[in-house]
């Protein structure tokens, strides 16, 4: 019996070695490849539905601008001319103000979908801040609401406290609809750089402040 030598066997064992690992290493790599691509489409997926939310919901705040300023007018004017006759008067007109419905779906779907941990850094700050800023405002104009309209505060003896504060409560809303719609066309530009494959920019300190107060 011929008995084979390490030459005779060590090579081809090294060959299917480095074989195996060329192919452990491709397969690897196919996978990575694959996982990066549908994180990409998630991720293109996610701004697209960020774009067209931003967009939806600036043009429902500047939609509601105009009758919402012309009201805080009216107010002040009937303020200054002590105009206002009656507490139904007044419920009546604080009642016309309309908080704007704003959608934050495509927020609470990339979160729930992990798409911002797959996102670049500026363009996740901006968005949070953002929608940071939208959700203070609709926690100001619920809370807001609810407080001007209680029966406690609605006596002819607080009829004039009554106005200041729904003067002031309108001031605070109007001024922070006027905001959201600056900040929404910032945002725009930001996600159509970001779909457009352009990097993002840190969000401005001054916007930063603003949207944490």
Do not use: C
């Not at 003896?157 to 729904?166: D, I, M, R, T």
């Not at 003067?167 to 605070?172: A, V």
């Amino acid at each position: 019996m011929v008995r084979s030598s390490t030459s005779d066997w060590l090579p081809r064992v090294l060959a299917e070695s480095l074989l195996i690992v060329i192919s452990i290493l491709v397969a690897l790599a196919l996978d990575e490849w694959r996982d990066q691509r549908q994180d990409d489409e998630t991720v293109q997926q996610a701004l697209l539905n960020f774009l067209s939310e931003v967009r939806q919901n600036r043009s429902r705040i500047e939609d509601a601008a105009p009758f919402n300023q012309g009201l805080l007018h009216v107010l002040e004017k009937h303020q200054q001319d002590r105009s206002i006759a009656t507490v139904d008067d007044f419920v009546n007109m604080i009642e016309s103000y309309v908080p704007v419905a704003l959608q934050s779906t495509a927020w609470e779907t990339a979160l729930a979908t992990g798409s911002l941990a797959k996102m670049d850094y500026n363009l996740v700050s901006a968005l949070s801040l953002t929608y940071n800023l939208q959700n203070r405002y609709q926690l100001t104009t619920r809370s807001g609401m609810s407080e001007l309209l209680s029966p406690q505060n609605l006596s002819a003896e607080k009829q004039s406290l009554a106005v200041f504060n729904s003067i002031r409560y309108l001031q605070n809303t109007t001024g922070m609809e006027a905001e959201l719609s600056v900040v929404y066309s910032e945002a725009s530009i930001v996600l159509t750089n970001a779909i457009s494959g352009v990097p993002s920019v840190a969000p401005d300190t001054a916007t930063q402040i603003s949207a944490s107060e």
